[in-house]
């Protein structure tokens, strides 16, 4: 007879060993991969916080290029003696600068080099080193005349040189009435135009529509000239304002060609502490 055998019941189901080290495997990859995202999002995040507290020059390949602006110090109108109205006040008919005009005078800006001889004495610049800046003697003995005539009561000035070679010189000129300045200005010195006398080595000079209108002073009359092409070795720029009863010359001038920018910048600036 045949031994009956006790039917064995199907072992377990198991899971072969070899998957099981490939699942691990692909999760231990899974796992670096996703920490080296968090590592990366993480120094990004930090890079990009770095370039946002960074100044915009500071960053390689975002560095803007300068308009050519200069550098000049936060104006600073020098007090008025007690009680006296400002020039433009309604209690100032004649439109006196009451403050020292040799505080009215613009600083040079950062880099610029002094013009000692622009310093006259005490301050006060002689009328003869003013007409200097005129070419033609003919037109020095005739505007001397004129400045004498109308009680010129004095002048003063401040000169610089920049980097590039750009000379600036602003003469102030003070006298007893707005009414006088403003005879002065136009149609005598500054007719739209162009100038009447000629600065040295200016050639020929014509009103300069591009100064931006918006670069306006309140109660304060500005004509500015620009030389006219072909200029010659040095390019010239100039404007004559009237401010009460002090009239100003801003002169700029440059080898190869006197930059627009700091021009309107001084010329606008000279105008604000003027106003």
Known sequence: MTEQQTPVPPAPHKTPSAPVRKDRRALRAVLRWTAAVVVFAVVGAATAYGVTRMERTDVPGLAT???????????????????SPGPFAEANTAGTHH?????????????????????????????????AEYAAKDDREELGQHLTDHGLRHIT?????????????I????????????QLLAPYLAPYSGPKFPLRGAGTSANDKTFPA????ADVERVV?????????????????AAG???ALVVQS???????????????????LLG
Do not use: C
């Not at 000035?157 to 010189?169: E, K, L, S």
């Not at 000129?173 to 300045?181: E, G, N, P, R």
């Not at 910048?265 to 105008?271: A, I, M």
């Open 65 to 83: 290029e300068s308009d050519g602006r200069w550098e000049y110090p936060v104006l600073t109108r020098p007090p008025l003696p007690s009680g």
């Open 99 to 131: 403050a020292d005009l040799r505080a009215l005078l613009l600083s040079a800006p950062k880099g610029a080099r002094d013009d000692k001889a622009l310093r006259g004495t005490d301050g006060w610049l002689a009328e003869k080193d003013f007409l």
């Open 245 to 247: 009863d002090t009239l």
């Open 214 to 217: 918006d670069a306006v002073v």
């Open 225 to 241: 000239y620009d030389e006219t092409r072909p200029h010659g070795v040095e390019q010239v720029r100039h404007s004559y304002l």
């Open 254 to 272: 440059r080898k190869g060609g006197a930059r627009a920018v700091p021009f309107q910048q001084t010329v606008t600036l000279q105008s604000q």
């Open 171 to 182: 003469y102030l000129l003070q006298f007893d009435t707005a009414a006088v300045v403003d």
């Open 157 to 169: 000035a401040r000169g610089w040189t920049m980097p590039d070679g750009t000379r600036t010189r």
